[in-house]
Every structure is written in structure tokens, then in C-alpha cells.
């Protein structure tokens, strides 16, 4: 079992949080011409990526967020506004804007804890969540399935799996057709000025998770 950090954005933190999210769709960094998934003790967890079509010019690659069985740490838009002092121990006060939830973390364990100048000047800005460390993150994940798939073949299910509602029940148009819709823009809001556009319908990772545990 391994670890890696992963981000999620406030509603999407909300919608794991509520238990409405259990997928994340993530872009391949090298968008292949072709994948074909191996077979035998890889299989689930190695695809074969073609570069070209020239022979020999596949290689073997797995998902860079781990496989089944491994933990994803969250990271999210947070604050560190104070630290405080007790018994010969060091705890940090930290707030996420996701929820405005707090926590008081024990810190004693890093060796040179953080100390902000501002602590005492009622400013305390918020911090992106690519700069969250590790002991401030309140969620670990579990992945439970890997797959790599054209973004365009999600489907309404998975679109729920995602955090999208279903906001259309009017009787009349299929509510998943609005989810689809809802992802779709949420897609490109993201990932278009990535280069990455639904458009284009890039090569992505989707990843299944379960959590594994929330700090309280």
C-alpha cells in the first residue's frame, strides 16, 4: 500500500463529505494515440500505452494515483492561523474553506513546526491547496477501482458517482441527460484552459474511491 496526495475543490470536498462522491476523473499528462489494458497478474492495474504506430513503440504504464488498495491525502484550500503550546506539545489551528471546519493538530512530531507573522495581525489568508502538507490534511481515500477510458464515455451513473445531481425532474427530460450536462461543464471549466476541453474528449483516469478515514 502506498500514498499519494491528490485536490479537490470546495464542492467537490462538500460532495465527498456528504457521501454523494466516490469518482474523480483525472487527465493523463501524455495523451496516448491508443490503450490497451495488459492481461494476467497486471491486469486492472498496467495499460499498454501506444505512442505511435510504429512497432515496438508501446509502453507499459499505471495510473500515477496508485492502484486498488492504495490512500489518496487530500489536499484543499486551508488556513494554519495559530499555534499553540501545552504539556511540552505543539498544536496547530487550522480552518478549510470548503466547510469552515476547524481542527487543533498535533504537530509536535515535525521538526521545524511553521510559524506564521501574521498570526496576530486578524489576518489569515487562505492557502492554495497544492501548499497543504501532509499532517493538515483531514481525509484519506481509498482507491477501490482504476480505470482509463476517453472522458466522453462517462455515463449518467457515473456522473452521479462524480457529485452531480440530478437537477432536472420534471418528468419529462432524463435526469441523467442533466447530470451529463452538469459534468460536462464542470469539465471544461477546469480543464479547458488546461488544453485539455470535453471537445477533444482526452484519454482520463477514473478513479473509484471509498474513504478511509476523516479526521474529526
Not at 187 to 192: E, K, L, Q
Request: hydrophobic share 40%; charged share 30%.
Amino acid at each position: 500500500m502506498s500514498e499519494h496526495p491528490i485536490i479537490f475543490s470546495g464542492p467537490m470536498m462538500r460532495a465527498i463529505l456528504a457521501g454523494k462522491k466516490t469518482q474523480t476523473r483525472r487527465v493523463l499528462k501524455v495523451q496516448p494515440l491508443d490503450i490497451i489494458p495488459m492481461e494476467g497478474e497486471y491486469a486492472g492495474t498496467r495499460w499498454m500505452v501506444l505512442m505511435s504506430r510504429e512497432p515496438n513503440r508501446g509502453k507499459v504504464m499505471r495510473c500515477r494515483f496508485g492502484d486498488p488498495g492504495d490512500r489518496l491525502w487530500v489536499r484543499e484550500t486551508w488556513r494554519h492561523y495559530a499555534n499553540e503550546y501545552c504539556d511540552g506539545k505543539t498544536f496547530a489551528h487550522v480552518k478549510y474553506a470548503a466547510d469552515e471546519a476547524k481542527r487543533v493538530i498535533d504537530i509536535s512530531h515535525i521538526e521545524d513546526p511553521p510559524v506564521r507573522s501574521w498570526w496576530n495581525t486578524g489576518r489569515h489568508p487562505w492557502q492554495a491547496s497544492i501548499f497543504m502538507p501532509r499532517w493538515a490534511s483531514r481525509l484519506l481515500l481509498e482507491i477501490t477501482d482504476v480505470r482509463v477510458q476517453r472522458v466522453q464515455e462517462i455515463t449518467g451513473e457515473d456522473c452521479e458517482a462524480e457529485g452531480m445531481t440530478a437537477f432536472c425532474d420534471d418528468g419529462v427530460h432524463d435526469p441523467g441527460d442533466a447530470m451529463y450536462a452538469q459534468f460536462r461543464d464542470l469539465w471544461d471549466s477546469i480543464n479547458a484552459k488546461r488544453g485539455y476541453p470535453w471537445s477533444l474528449n482526452p484519454w482520463v483516469w477514473a478513479i473509484s474511491f471509498r474513504v478511509a478515514k476523516e479526521a474529526k
